[in-house]
């Protein structure tokens, strides 16, 4: 048997950790999350909206500040 426990193969986040994490708004993270921006799923018969580790992750990686100022999301290189 695997010694793996579920919460190792996927951590959830509520948009408050995710907004304290950034130490942003839960207002903004709901935006972003609206915008398709930062990917986030709806769970529970109330809807409530989570958010993967990875996820926020990859998000994080997408708004790295290059040294010309912008974001990786703001550069427009062809790809080869």
């Given at each position: 048997?695997?010694?793996?426990?579920?919460?190792?193969?996927?951590?959830?986040?509520?948009?408050?950790?995710?907004?304290?994490?950034?130490?942003?708004?839960?207002?903004?993270?709901?935006?972003l999350?609206?915008?398709?921006?930062?990917?986030?799923?709806k769970v529970?018969?109330?809807?409530?909206?989570?958010v993967k580790?990875?996820?926020?992750?990859?998000?994080?990686?997408?708004?790295?500040?290059?040294?010309?100022?912008?974001t990786?999301?703001?550069?427009?290189?062809?790809?080869?």
């Open positions: 048997s695997s010694d793996v426990c579920s919460s190792d193969l996927l951590k959830l986040l509520t948009l408050r950790e995710v907004a304290d994490a950034l130490q942003v708004s839960e207002k903004t993270i709901r935006r999350v609206i915008r398709g921006d930062l990917v986030g799923f529970g018969d109330r809807g409530q909206v989570r580790s990875e996820d926020l992750e990859a998000y994080l990686e997408r708004q790295r500040v290059h040294a010309d100022g912008q990786a999301t703001h550069h427009h290189e062809v790809d080869e």
